[in-house]
């Protein structure tokens, strides 16, 4: 998890935090330059959410932290199971995708709800869109076949 500066902007009130299977613009850090956040942002499908009290500024908040798996229009950088694939029109318009995307299952982050990593890209609103019920199961049933669960 990176560290909280000072300079940096939260929710403090933890609130308007995206839900699981949401597909939100983030500035998915580079692992070769650690947790700065990248220089564009990318769709990433919300794993997980949560709240967490947090010290800045020696006062503690109620920061929410969302767990982020990372996509890429590269749709054949990673094959099934590994990588789940939303090229389907229907899919790609619940998600708020333009084009084919791919979520690699084995590259998540935990990034603090902030401006920092968390924007609304190009004028789009910072959550674009929330993966369907069919979409749900594929990537229950994917994920159990990536991790031989």
Not at 40 to 59: H, Q
Not at 115 to 129: D, E, L, Q
């Amino acid at each position: 998890m990176p560290d909280l500066g000072p300079d940096d902007i939260f929710d403090l009130e933890a609130t308007a935090l995206p839900v699981a299977f949401d597909i939100i613009w983030c500035h998915f850090p580079y692992r070769q330059q650690g947790l700065e956040p990248g220089p564009v942002a990318r769709p990433c499908l919300v794993r997980r959410v949560y709240r967490r009290d947090t010290l800045i500024k020696g006062v503690r908040h109620a920061v929410g932290y969302v767990v982020v798996i990372y996509g890429t229009k590269q749709i054949d950088k990673f094959n099934p199971p590994h990588g789940l694939h939303v090229d389907d029109a229907e899919e790609k318009r619940a998600c708020g995708l333009s084009v084919d995307t791919v979520f690699d299952l084995s590259d998540h982050l935990t990034l603090p709800w902030s401006p920092r990593y968390f924007s609304n890209a190009k004028g789009r609103s910072t959550i674009s869109g929330h993966f369907t019920d069919a979409m749900k199961e594929r990537l229950k049933a994917q994920y159990k076949q990536f991790t031989g669960a």
